[in-house]
């Protein structure tokens, strides 16, 4: 199975920054593509921003010219860069990945895909 782990979240005050970060660790694993969600209190959780293996990118329009998504695929690692922080950013944030996981017999009949989760990071931005 598939570990991710977040870090970076924090509270900083209206137009800051934070970076958050997300390793995934595990047995064996390839990852398809890594995600940031977030969830406010009272809402549902929503797409962030989504980087797939090949490097495409997509953006929630709400965070679109704030937020990079960039991923270091030698250590299984997503990045969310937030600038120009507005209250309305403040969210428990979650990293999720869609892995190809081997089967018995390796990479090929047999293997399988999952989706996993981090336990989410907290950001709180203050007017």
């Known amino acids: 199975q598939v570990q991710l782990k977040e870090s970076g979240g924090g509270s900083v005050q209206f137009g800051g920054s934070l970076r958050l970060s997300c390793t995934a660790s595990g047995s064996e694993f390839r990852i398809d593509a890594m995600d940031w969600y977030r969830q406010a209190p009272g809402k549902q959780r929503e797409l962030v921003a989504r980087?797939?293996?090949?490097?495409?990118?997509n953006y929630a329009d709400s965070v679109r010219g704030r937020f990079t998504i960039s991923r270091d695929n030698g250590e299984n690692t997503v990045l969310l860069e937030m600038k120009t922080l507005k209250p309305e950013d403040t969210a428990v944030y979650f990293c999720h990945a869609e892995c190809a996981l081997p089967g018995p017999w390796g990479w090929g009949p047999g293997s399988s895909s999952g989706d996993f989760w981090g336990q989410g990071t907290q950001v709180t931005v203050s007017s």
């Open positions: 980087i797939t293996s090949g490097g495409t990118t």
